[in-house]
């Protein structure tokens, strides 16, 4: 690990794939992550990458989906409606086992929406906005240096997993600037060395047609494509106990339960040190892995909590995970923002503190 340097997250985020063994990025301008195409544009040719921008997030998902099927580390990133645009891209990279790392720097929506943050692609990340049975992991992160760490491993998950991975930040950590340590490069791969590192790759085989990869996602015998799906879903029965990462404390005496993810989180712990001197106990859930979601985690939440908030910024997608970990055990609340607005710490306290009286909690 290198000494910390001063960083913008989109500006870390790109460094972190390219030391992971990014060489091949496709991208569009959208806001607020334009700063990786543009550092990718630079960085990308002067060590040994490719760096295009397409014509359309349509066209980026597909130049991804090329490049990674004949064995390159693919790197790509847009905001919420270009991710939108890839979706159709993202449920073939799955379906075919594609291996690429994917990232959303959120913005708040529907629709265009605004530039400014947002948590609202929830649903589109962990329940997957293409068609058909398939899943991606998916991670939050909360910092920049949390960011770097798993765009940095992702490099290496998507290959092992032979799997899309899929990483949801958001604006303010695209656009924020924090002191990281930077991971040292990896040995790149040679392109000599692509059959033996992914044998299932478009690497061709001279003339010997019989030994000629194939990558296909159309299957067009029913009994065929049952068969893939189910073994598909063999390697997702494994992700949910290996790929699961939760952060959580306070859990065991804790009259209050805050579920947060990604810069949500941040501010709901200052939230928690407001209430913690007013003599409120609160506990934290923060999953890392928002698919594989960390349901079991809720099991250690003591008998005497009262409330448990999913404070998100959004009309409540979060929501939807945590009212299943708790099983109906206590009553679920949301504290949440929307159209671009972020909390202040001491408003999520205020909030969670008049929930808790109406509750009889406080």
């Not at 490049?67 to 159709?88: K, N």
């Not at 003599?279 to 934290?284: E, F, H, R, S, T």
Request: hydrophobic share 40%; charged share 25%; proline share 6%.
């Amino acid at each position: 690990m290198s000494d910390k340097v001063l960083m913008k997250g989109n500006e870390a985020f790109s460094e972190a794939a390219i030391r992971g063994g990014c060489r091949f990025y496709f991208g569009y301008p959208i806001t607020p992550q334009n700063e990786v195409p543009e550092f990718m544009s630079r960085e990308l040719p002067n060590r040994g990458g490719s760096f295009i921008q397409a014509e359309s997030e349509i066209c980026a998902i597909n130049m991804a989906y090329g490049a990674a099927s004949a064995g390159g580390r693919v790197f790509i990133t847009s905001s919420s409606p270009g991710i939108a645009l890839m979706q159709e891209g993202i449920s073939f990279l799955a379906s075919a086992e594609i291996p690429t790392v994917i990232m959303n720097v959120s913005r708040c929506g529907p629709g265009i929406g605004g530039i400014q943050p947002g948590q609202a692609d929830y649903f589109q990340a962990t329940r997957g906005g293409g068609n058909g049975d398939y899943k991606i992991p998916v991670f939050a992160p909360s910092s920049i240096q949390e960011a770097v760490d798993i765009v940095y491993e992702a490099m290496e998950l998507a290959d092992e997993w032979r799997s899309p991975i899929f990483i949801l930040s958001d604006g303010i950590l695209g656009q924020m600037m924090e002191p990281v340590r930077l991971p040292e490069p990896r040995p790149e791969v040679k392109r000599e060395d692509i059959r033996s590192v992914k044998p299932w790759a478009l690497t061709g085989y001279g003339d010997d047609e019989s030994k000629r990869n194939r990558v296909i996602s159309l299957r067009i015998q029913p009994d065929q494509l049952e068969e893939h799906v189910h073994h598909l879903f063999a390697k997702y029965e494994r992700a949910e106990k290996e790929l699961l990462r939760v952060e959580s404390t306070g859990l065991e005496d804790a009259e209050v339960v805050i579920v947060a993810y990604g810069i949500m989180a941040r501010i709901a712990k200052e939230a928690i040190e407001i209430l913690g001197t007013q003599g409120i106990k609160a506990g934290i859930i923060r999953p890392i892995s928002l698919w594989p979601f960390p349901y079991d985690e809720f099991n250690k939440i003591a008998d005497k909590t009262k409330v448990i908030i999913s404070a998100e910024l959004s009309m409540g997608q979060l929501i939807q995970d945590v009212k299943l970990g708790v099983m109906n055990r206590f009553p679920v609340k949301l504290v949440g923002r929307t159209g671009g607005m972020i909390p202040s710490s001491l408003e999520i306290a205020e909030r969670i503190k008049k929930i808790l009286e109406e509750t009889g909690g406080a």
